[in-house]
């Protein structure tokens, strides 16, 4: 791609040649010949063959630069031009497909079984071992890593990406006590994954117990992440790993989930609230917008001031004034 | 299954039309035509054809009722007979099955590996991808679901259900400091998990070190939990998702641990004691029956007083009274 | 193997009969005929063949027994040439190799698939359902159980252990937020793990997002943690399971985190400091030599003292002093 085709693309100023080939991005302190990188705020020095720089750049950097409002944002588009992740293509031999299920993807990896009554769309790719149950939906354009499973009745959208090992549509995790024993509570329900939505490695989405999981367009969950049973996840929510949300809870769009976070049954985080790491939100509790700590949370200028009461308290302690 | 039949399984009193065929389990406000659903306190409308109620119940619900002392155990129980997990048959040509093995699963999927010297009982049933090691005694109607690993020298019961990604007889995590390196541990003991337990997906249990590591009957664990080496587990103990239980600890029958708890290693949590969740239970320590938050844990009442009291400090802080 | 075979490679004092056969290590109250076994500290009854001892030891235990400084490490060196795990040989006619990777391996197992560009040293063993991906290199005399998954770019040292179903070179979690959608930033960086680390099960290691991810060697990480794109580990980190380590944090040689551990992104934990369980370091902090606990870690004594007040303070409220 041409740096004058990238600036186009990007919508932004180009300085210098714009005929010179770009093939990779890189890190501004070790990109070369052909690669394109951006800088955020400072002056570095580089071999790139071009830079992605904000509006008031006003430094020599020897090479053509573009200049963007957000070279970040920027960069980032131009990655995912560049590094398009379609090599994959092709059937493999050994993989299992049920005949009465309509499979379109561009790849089907090596030991992959598909099992009846499935959908899946154009361009996607299943990579090897990946398991997909009956009554399966998946969109054009996703990407399922290898190992994956997706129990029966799953529908997953258009331009998703499910890393590696994730199980979606495990039973939820519902009993009922006898006098003694448990007795399950039928796990039965769906779920529904929307599009351009991406699934870390090793994640657990459980399906509704009689009702629906769902997430919503463009949601990101990181690995090791666990969804429960009917819970309602809205677009554009960002999810940390380790982080763990319990039956029925709804967390709505644009929410922000940090790492390690606990968020119990039956709650809703409304839009925008952001969750601070290891933090815990009770059952039934409904968190407004902005941003919250501790166990259980609280709204973050109030945890600062509790620790710094606590830290007081100390002084006075060991001071003897207590 | 007709309504009088199903009123005579759960042992419950029917009022209305016996002879109505039902076919599915719903929640209350989705059911239609040959479903059942209950309904555990206030009257909602449905066009369910049959609901299980309470004895004292009064309302009219324009279909047969069944009135059961525990409607929602009750609709849990008859879900287990309408949605019986058993349409999976047969064994798939692709795997492979140690010859001196001895198998009788009624399923076996594809691409399932079984090493020698293993037992699988009647109507168990063996998913996609399975691997399953060496020695291992798996019982009858057992469900092994997609790409779970079974290490050598493992023994799971009768009527388990162990979900997808779910990791069993990995070594336990245990080193000896060397000068300058660590040592591993010898990592050979077995893992023995008695009847009608359920794991969710993408678990860890880990073997003994030179012991046993050992999950009681009826016990459940959530998805994403970690059971170290040597850890006993008794019955009915319910775990909830992303907890992990250190080396050598004791969990005592009827006990429950909440979500993301972490129990330290030599631990015993005695019979029918509560962890809330996101609580720590610290090394050597014992915890009887009762409920208990906090890192450490700490009795509930003490986990809220002690909340409370933080809170007295900082109003008296910002009363300038400290 | 002889106990004076035995007492010659642990460097340690032969007391009594140096022709007995050992086959296998044990724990010293089940210990049986041709096991050793060891005692740290008090005299235990037992039938083992042989016992190492501390230099100290006086008993009498009816048996060889072998004196050495540190019995419990001496036991761990035995183990392992006792208990080899070379017995796994032979390449499955399943599985499927690109043409063009340089696989020298021992064992092979089942459905294992392994992409282009790759080696993979000799005495190595893939086991079942693995999945290794492009221009990836590992050493010799490595274990990778079944079913991992090992993306591309991947390069590991000899003598590694990675147990099943852990998922290394899954995309790092990072986007650069648009008006309204996240754009995904490029995770196209490597990984690199040195020799003799050692990986639980389920676990997942990101690639860089344009760097690398790094694990020095002789590290052991449990089951379950999360270690992001970037992340620096040093040489003999311990880390313990549910951890979880946020992008470009560093961990010097000799540290030890805990189970369910939190470090946020670009925080330094210098060398040989001890973070301990449940705790959190916040972004960007330096962590100097110590133990440290608590949400934000605090030095160990800082945390007792700040507990210790907390107590003071409910008594004080108790006893109406405040």
Redesign the interface.
Known sequence: MLTKDIAEFINGELIGDGNVEITR???IS?ATINEISFIEKDFKPTNASCVIVRENFIENLNCPIIKVK?P??S???I??IL?QNNSKTGW?K?S?IAENSDVRASFI???V?VDENTYIGEATQI???V?IGKNVSIGKCTII???C?I?DNVSIGNDC?I???T?IG??G?G????E???????Q?GKIFIDD?V?I?????I?RGA??ETRIGK?T?I???C?I?HNVQIGQ?V?I???T?I?GSSVIEDDVILA??V?I?DHVTIKKGAIIG??S?V?PNKIVRAGVWCG?PVQPLEDYK??NA??K???R??KNKK?
Chains 1, 2, 3 share one sequence.
């Not at 003694?180 to 039928?186: C, D, L, Q, R």
């Not at 870390?200 to 657990?204: E, H, L, S």
């Open positions: 991005v890189a890190d070790k957000n970040k944002l960069f980032a588009k990655a995912q590094h493999h050994s299992f990896g090596a030991f079984s990579h090897d071992g398991r890593y290898p190992n499973v129990y990406v890393h590696a090992g199980v495990a039973d995790f009993y009922v006590r006898d003694n024993e448990y007795v399950k509570f039928p039965i351009n991406e870390g490695a090793n994640c657990c459980d009689l009702g463009g990101k990181d690995n090791l666990q429960a554009n960002v940390a790993a380790l763990g319990s790492g390690q606990g119990a790491a290891k815990a009770f166990v001031r509790q009461s606590i007081k308290l100390e006075l302690i207590l």
